[in-house]
């Protein structure tokens, strides 16, 4: 392989391999904020039994609720692993493209719209799991409020 064809296909792959690594960051932040709401689940959990009858309802309704991020989540990470592999073919794809002679820019194209696409919809998710999460915080200033009058 010619030099020059090298410096073109680097060339080519460096967008690629920076939107990879701000999903990357992405993931890790996803991957925290699914981590809390589990790790609460299951204090909740050990909570219930020796519960006063009063909170029960309360507790269980804080675990529907964080299961529901958790699933959120899950499908937020879901959408960014596969913008990832997106640009991942998008590079094989260039690299291909270019030691072989190949005309791939269609497939190049619409993996890398599709890559853009499962980005936008994992940031949905993510913002809906933040939404859910102040709503929830808010019931549960209301609930503290009511208790304290």
Request: proline share 3%.
């Amino acid at each position: 392989m010619e030099t020059t064809t090298l410096v073109t296909i680097l060339q080519a792959s460096i967008a690629p391999f920076v939107l990879i690594s701000g999903i990357g960051l992405l993931l890790l932040s996803m991957t925290n904020r699914i981590a809390r709401p589990t790790d609460l689940i299951r204090r909740l959990l050990e909570m219930l039994p020796t519960a006063p009858e009063r909170d029960v309802k309360f507790l269980l309704g804080q675990v529907t609720v964080l299961r529901k991020r958790c699933s959120i989540m899950r499908w937020a990470i879901f959408y960014s692993i596969l913008a990832i592999v997106c640009v991942s073919c998008v590079m094989l794809l260039l690299y291909a493209s270019l030691l072989f002679d190949i005309p791939l820019h269609f497939m190049v194209e619409v993996l890398f719209g599709g890559s853009l696409v499962s980005l936008i919809i994992s940031l949905l998710y993510l913002l809906e799991d933040i939404r859910i999460t102040l709503r929830s915080l808010d019931l549960e200033i209301e609930r503290h409020e009511g208790n304290s009058d």
